[in-house]
């Protein structure tokens, strides 16, 4: 057990890392944070602090699919948005592209190390996992869970002034065969 719990926190900072990352290459980030900077950005609330009440309002829709919640989906909600705000107060907002890539690559390699991390730990999945897996246990397609889901926060985020670029395509296309690769490599053995 105190393996899960080493590789559940160390998964969820890593994760917080790697979107601050991301944000501050400024080429485009992952639908729900794209989501979560265009609430950010509309409201004036700290990016963080946004992550994690849209982590509790999923959470909340979790009641009528009767999904229950793990140690890593409450652990998730409250150190992810944390992390990230204090990653983006140490990590520079830099203007060359020669630094802005590696830091959006960087970023997305170590958000697929660190879900390995943490969804391997076995604790619990993440708020926005367990939204899918709860609709996909009542009749929707896992597939058509998953991709409404993640259109609908990528396109409300964008509507609120989140940013979409080429790191939201990279994203979108390397994070799961990634996160598979470092999923079968981290994962604690049942």
């Given at each position: 057990m105190?393996?899960?719990?080493?590789?559940l926190f160390t998964?969820?900072?890593?994760?917080?890392v790697?979107?601050?990352?991301m944000?501050?290459?400024?080429?485009?980030?992952a639908?729900?944070?794209?989501l979560?900077?265009?609430?950010?950005r509309?409201?004036?609330?700290?990016?963080?602090?946004v992550?994690?009440a849209m982590?509790?309002l999923v959470?909340?829709a979790?009641?009528?699919?009767?999904?229950?919640?793990?140690?890593?989906?409450?652990?998730n909600?409250?150190v992810?948005g944390v992390?990230a705000?204090?990653?983006l107060?140490?990590?520079?907002?830099?203007?060359?592209l020669?630094v802005?890539?590696?830091l959006?690559?960087g970023?997305?390699?170590?958000?697929a190390?660190?879900?390995?991390?943490y969804?391997?730990?076995?604790?619990?999945?993440g708020?926005?996992?367990?939204?899918m897996?709860g609709l996909?246990?009542r009749?929707?397609?896992?597939r058509v869970?998953?991709?409404g889901?993640e259109v609908?926060a990528?396109?409300?985020?964008?509507?609120?002034?989140?940013t979409?670029?080429?790191?939201?395509?990279l994203?979108?296309?390397?994070?799961?065969?990634l996160?598979?690769?470092?999923l079968?490599?981290?994962?604690?053995?049942?």
């Amino acid at each position: 057990m105190g393996l899960r719990v080493e590789r559940l926190f160390t998964g969820l900072v890593l994760f917080g890392v790697s979107v601050a990352m991301m944000l501050s290459a400024g080429l485009g980030v992952a639908s729900w944070d794209v989501l979560h900077q265009g609430v950010a950005r509309s409201t004036g609330v700290p990016f963080g602090w946004v992550v994690n009440a849209m982590g509790v309002l999923v959470l909340l829709a979790w009641i009528p699919l009767r999904v229950r919640p793990g140690v890593g989906t409450v652990a998730n909600v409250l150190v992810v948005g944390v992390v990230a705000d204090g990653a983006l107060a140490l990590l520079p907002e830099p203007d060359a592209l020669s630094v802005r890539v590696p830091l959006l690559l960087g970023g997305i390699v170590l958000n697929a190390v660190a879900t390995g991390l943490y969804v391997g730990a076995g604790l619990g999945p993440g708020p926005r996992d367990g939204l899918m897996t709860g609709l996909a246990a009542r009749g929707v397609s896992l597939r058509v869970a998953r991709t409404g889901i993640e259109v609908a926060a990528l396109a409300g985020g964008w509507l609120l002034g989140g940013t979409v670029g080429v790191g939201t395509v990279l994203f979108a296309g390397a994070i799961g065969p990634l996160t598979q690769l470092f999923l079968r490599r981290l994962a604690v053995p049942s």
